[in-house]
């Protein structure tokens, strides 16, 4: 099977297009000047993964076109799953637009849940810009599936997958899998999802998924070796958050066109409630850049008009691709929407999937 792949400009999806149009709404630029200034990026993660590439690529660009050509200068302070970090952020900056924090979904995990190491309110800050990714999976074809019209093979299969932790990325599939009604034994303890693709291709798994950018450099050649069978994508979001197929896989159906085709309906209850919650704050919306609580409106449309500026950059529009991939950054309504739906669940989807996580996979809280 051919996976077909689409430029970034395909797969800025129908937020950037939103951000474009609504870009005229926007108020009047403030007069704000950062000049001789020193702009703290916090990522709560460590040096060398893919929150700190993200925010090391786009600091400089940041920099350029904030008034007053301040520096930026990314800040990692990593632990407790991204928490210590974003708490950190939470009880100290200050509201002068010097200090901001990238989250990514690992840091809204742990708030939706309800984790008790979170000290922070995603409520009390501003987001002036997000970073979608979207995310494949796929399965061996020792489980007899060829292509995208086999799946209902794997019902009633054991099928095992690598995992790097239940309120990690991983429960994105997971509750994906079980909405589908697969029978999968996960494997915790795996340091990230390129050793779980390395559990994969020795053949000690036999389903998983990765992200965009990892699959198509990682798993592509897999799948065209004969290797791995692509199943379905995470897809995207359109302007109004309904679930759409991913422009740099059209060819791949979502979990919603592959439970109909497994179960004759639309899926729906709370367990798809909850996939949806986890996939939009685990990629549709997985990065984001925020100012602290008490930022004015005039500081925050000084930063949305930065990243429009860096967003129309010759520069950075040559060189984002290669650096992080497909997927382009949003800001203003596009940014508000995903947002929105990426740090809100309904309180009861909340404590099923904790109930589930602690009566399925022994997996609490806080622990």
Do not use: C
């Not at 389903?207 to 990892?214: F, G, H, L, R």
């Not at 995470?234 to 085709?261: H, K, S």
């Not at 939009?280 to 500026?309: C, H, I, N």
């Amino acid at each position: 099977m051919t996976v077909t792949t689409h430029t970034r400009r395909g797969a800025l999806g129908v937020f950037a297009a939103a951000a474009t149009a609504f870009a005229f709404a926007a108020p009047a630029q403030a007069q704000v000047d950062f000049s001789g200034q020193t702009i703290e990026w916090i990522i709560p993660f460590g040096t060398g993964g893919g929150s700190d590439t993200w925010a090391r690529f786009n600091a400089p660009f940041l920099s350029r076109h904030l008034p007053g050509n301040p520096t930026v200068v990314v800040v990692n302070e990593p632990g407790g799953g991204s928490t210590r970090g974003t708490n950190l952020f939470a009880q100290r900056a200050r509201a002068d637009g010097q200090t901001i924090l990238g989250t990514s979904g690992s840091t809204q995990f742990p708030y939706l849940l309800g984790d008790p190491r979170v000290r922070y309110e995603y409520q009390d800050w501003s987001v002036v810009m997000v970073g979608p990714t979207g995310g494949v999976a796929y399965v061996s074809p020792s489980t007899g599936v060829e292509s995208i019209d086999d799946i209902a093979n794997l019902q009633g299969q054991r099928l095992v997958y690598a995992s790097q932790g239940a309120t990690s990325l991983d429960l994105v599939p997971m509750l994906a899998f079980k909405l589908l009604g697969l029978d999968v034994n996960y494997v915790f303890g795996f340091g990230g999802r390129g050793d779980g693709r390395l559990a994969f291709e020795r053949g000690e798994v036999n389903i998983d998924y990765q992200t965009s950018s990892a699959f198509i450099g990682n798993v592509t050649p897999l799948v065209e070796e004969g290797k791995a069978v692509p199943i379905m994508s995470w897809g995207v979001l359109d302007e109004d958050g309904n679930p759409q197929r991913d422009p740099t896989f059209p060819d791949l159906p979502i979990l919603e066109e592959v439970y109909e085709a497994m179960h004759g309906e639309a899926p729906s209850g709370p367990m798809y409630d909850a996939y949806k919650a986890f996939n939009t704050a685990g990629f549709a919306a997985q990065k984001m850049v925020v100012l602290p609580e008490g930022a004015s409106d005039e500081l925050v449309e000084t930063y949305r008009q930065a990243w429009r500026d860096v967003f129309e950059d010759p520069e950075y529009q040559e060189s984002f691709e290669a650096a992080l991939g497909s997927y382009g950054q949003v800001t203003d309504r596009g940014a508000d929407a995903l947002f929105a739906a990426g740090t809100n669940i309904d309180p009861e989807v909340r404590a099923m999937v904790v109930d589930m996580l602690s009566d399925e996979y022994n997996v609490r809280l806080g622990d």
